[in-house]
């Protein structure tokens, strides 16, 4: 099995900055795209940002200039730094992966179990 843990989430002030980290453990052959999504009350999850295991990396518009996403392969860890963090950026945040738990076998995607993060204005 395989395991994600998120943290790094809290209530921050309008304007100020927050880093997630996410941490993958368990039965883990190699691991594809790792991602950060949000989710607000009465709303489905949605993208905030994506990362490849060669680096690439995409977001959504709102955050565009403000949040970065990064990844540590040796320590099977996505990280999302968020700066001049808003109102609207709030929500529970959780962390994917697409992991090959063997050599030949296909990815399966995994969640973490979230992370709450709150702006005050």
């Known amino acids: 099995q395989v395991q994600l843990v998120e943290s790094g989430g809290g209530l921050v002030q309008a304007g100020g900055s927050l880093r997630l980290s996410c941490v993958a453990s368990?039965?883990?052959?190699?691991?594809?795209?790792m991602g950060w999504y949000r989710q607000t009350p009465g709303n489905e999850r949605e993208l905030v940002a994506g990362?490849?295991?060669?680096?690439?990396?995409n977001y959504a518009d709102s955050v565009k200039g403000r949040f970065t996403i990064s990844r540590d392969n040796g320590k099977n860890t996505v990280y999302l730094q968020m700066n001049s963090l808003k109102a609207e950026d709030i929500g529970i945040y959780y962390c994917?992966?697409?992991?090959?738990?063997?050599?030949?076998?296909?990815?399966?995607?995994?969640w973490g179990q979230g992370t709450q993060v709150t702006v005050s204005s």
């Open positions: 990362i490849t295991s060669a680096g690439m990396t």
């Open positions: 994917n992966a697409d992991v090959r738990t063997q050599w030949g076998s296909a990815a399966l995607r995994y």
């Open positions: 368990g039965r883990i052959y190699s691991i594809n795209a």
